[in-house]
């Protein structure tokens, strides 16, 4: 990418930064600055031009890596998606919007009960549940190895019931069973995500080191940076699908408004 793209990026107003700068980049992509195939200037650079932090930065690749936009290849760059534009046919971009206020709710009881259960896991667990939680790791990370999504989905719910389990806190952990119809569909949209397997391994791995490690507090923040990611794709999937909507209007119609 030139410099003189570069400078198409101006400093940001005062909001969550990271949102505005993905606003920022969904709106070069639709002018035409940003292109399919183009490659954004380095980080360092792109800090300079919009004005933020590398972590408020990074956290606007992440989300527009999950919205389809943006192709990220570590130690390379990071790249406009070739196929941006075309409309989203996965299951994750169509069911998600779809189901955005169930997941939510699905997901706000999860902030509350499973990292309260990783912390307990990590308290109270025995020698036989943490030895559970290990063996549903090694099943995740085998399953994402081969990227077969149907045992991907069934490791990660045992994974989640074994730190239940670990809780000893029987209401906790039937209270947690009870949502299983709904976390499963969630999983697997959330599965065609881009980046998604990748990302699972990471968090997975941290929760469960935390538990073995008999941190309560670590527990509690793995599981919390787990849940919160998760809340933060499905945010990411519903703004992909409202981008889609307003790129597929032809420009002088949005110019007009009529996209609004």
Wanted: proline fraction near 3%; aromatic fraction near 2%; charged fraction near 30%.
């Amino acid at each position: 990418m030139s410099t003189s793209t570069a400078a198409s990026f101006r400093l940001l107003q005062p909001k969550r930064l990271s949102d505005s700068a993905v606003e920022q980049v969904l709106g070069l992509v639709r002018s035409g600055v940003l292109y399919p195939g183009s490659k954004l200037p380095p980080e360092r650079r792109l800090v300079e031009s919009l004005g933020v932090s590398r972590n408020s930065l990074r956290e606007a690749i992440r989300m527009l890596e999950t919205m389809g936009v943006l192709k990220v290849v570590p130690g390379r760059g990071t790249w406009v998606r070739e196929d941006i534009g075309e409309s989203p046919v996965d299951l994750g971009l169509t069911w998600l919007p779809a189901h955005g206020r169930d997941v939510r709710d699905l997901l706000e009881m999860r902030d509350t009960l499973e990292i309260k259960a990783a912390a307990l896991a990590a308290e109270r667990g025995t020698t036989e549940e943490l030895e559970r939680i290990v063996r549903a790791l090694d099943r995740l990370k085998r399953a994402l190895e081969l990227e077969d999504g149907e045992e991907t989905v069934a490791a990660d719910a045992e994974f989640h019931h074994a730190v239940a389990t670990a809780s000893g806190n029987r209401l906790l952990a039937e209270s947690l069973a009870g949502l299983d119809h709904l976390v499963e569909a969630t999983r697997r949209a959330l599965l065609t995500l881009p980046g998604r397997l990748r990302r699972m391994a990471r968090e997975h791995e941290a929760i469960a080191a935390a538990i073995l490690s008999r941190d309560i507090e670590a527990s509690a923040a793995a599981m919390s940076a787990h849940v919160h990611r998760v809340a933060g794709e499905v945010e990411a999937a519903v703004s992909r699908e409202r981008y889609v909507a307003v790129s597929t209007v032809p420009a002088g119609a949005r110019d007009r408004g009529i996209a609004e």
